[in-house]
């Protein structure tokens, strides 16, 4: 059971991330900047949650922070058009700077440890992870048995259709970005409050990418989604039992199973593999 517990509370920040950006890449869009707004949410949520001495003010701070740099990424690929990998990018950078500055400015250091308040509610009850697979079924509902979800499918390959159809093709872009960022800041906040109860310099560790990946592994679809995102969550768990039983190897040989897994995977399982037709093509409605 507890081997089972860990693989979930592994592989939550990379399958809350996945799960947003499964909805985002159904409608359309590819959200490079995924890892950014995760940071950024992880350090808001621990800077709020130990100034206030309160865990679900931070995990609202965190959220918020996500969904604010999510609806500015919008402003540019939606709204303007603008290439949404290079938006995405800028996203990474800005919030890797950011954090790193405020976080070295305001607690001297990268190697300084917080202690900042759990999540765990009477100290043992995980509410998240208890909603982890609650949100994929909501999820998978919403996109596959709901006239919303067809609409925001039909957005993701032919928007014209769409637009056709009487759905604004933009609007459901937004939706799914909004959507989007507050899983991403989820599992932000997760990482950072609900495992580590502090913050650290790209704590993130390229888990926002892994969660793209997840995505064309579990080949849009948020049950498989869920399946390949707890394998990477097995692996995690698996590299931190070879750190505690095997001497003499380098850590970081430990620390790279998760990603060498997840890249393996993909090779295999993407071949053939077939993306919404209008991902990441920035959409212009025609007059």
Known sequence: MEILLNILRFSAPVSLAAMGETVGQKSGLINIGLEGMMLTAAYVSVEVATRSGNAWLGLLSGVLAAVVMGLVQALFTIKWAIDQVVIGTAINLAAIGLTSTLFEANYGGAGKLLDAPSLLIAGKYDVILILLIPFFLAVTWALFRTNW??????????????????????????????IGAIFAGLAGVYLSLGIASSFAINMTAGRGFVAIAMVTFGRWKPLWVLGASLLVGFAESLQYLLQSTSSGLPPQLFKAIPYLLALAVLIVVGRGTVAPASLAVPYRRSK
């Open 149 to 178: 979800g067809l609409a925001l499918r039909a957005t993701g390959e032919y928007p014209d259709a769409a637009e056709a159809a009487g759905f604004s093709a933009q609007g459901l872009r937004y939706q799914a970005q909004l």
